[in-house]
Nanobody, 126 residues
């Protein structure tokens, strides 16, 4: 059974940093696509960052240069390092996974993961 459990959200002032974690289990990392999405109140869910099991990554334009997606050495935890946070980054952040790895894994606008965590709230104040 697939399990994705996020942690690390919280409240921070603009310019600050947070690191989100997602504990993953129940699927073969070696052929997977994993991503972070977010949804702010009244807005559609959007992809933030995606990582392929072969190491490729991609980011939404709004977070490039500020956010970094990576996996732990044991491939059982997915991270999202968020620096230089802005109030517009305020949202519920979700960890998501799809396997086998789809051909559009790194197309952050079109990838549609089948498995989702419960989300962790990030609030950035000005």
């Amino acid at each position: 059974q697939v399990h994705l459990v996020e942690s690390g959200g919280g409240s921070v002032q603009a310019g600050g940093s947070l690191r989100l974690s997602c504990a993953v289990s129940g699927f073969p990392y070696t052929s997977s696509c994993m991503a972070w999405f977010r949804q702010a109140p009244g807005k559609e869910r959007e992809g933030v960052a995606v990582i392929s099991s072969y190491g490729g990554v991609n980011y939404a334009d709004s977070v490039k240069g500020r956010f970094s997606i990576f996996s732990g050495a044991a491939k059982t935890t997915l991270y999202l390092q968020m620096n230089s946070l802005k109030p517009e980054d305020t949202a519920m952040y979700y960890c998501a996974a799809q396997f086998p790895r789809p051909s559009n894994c790194l197309d952050i606008a079109s990838v549609r993961p089948a498995y989702w965590g419960q989300g962790t709230q990030v609030t950035v104040s000005s």
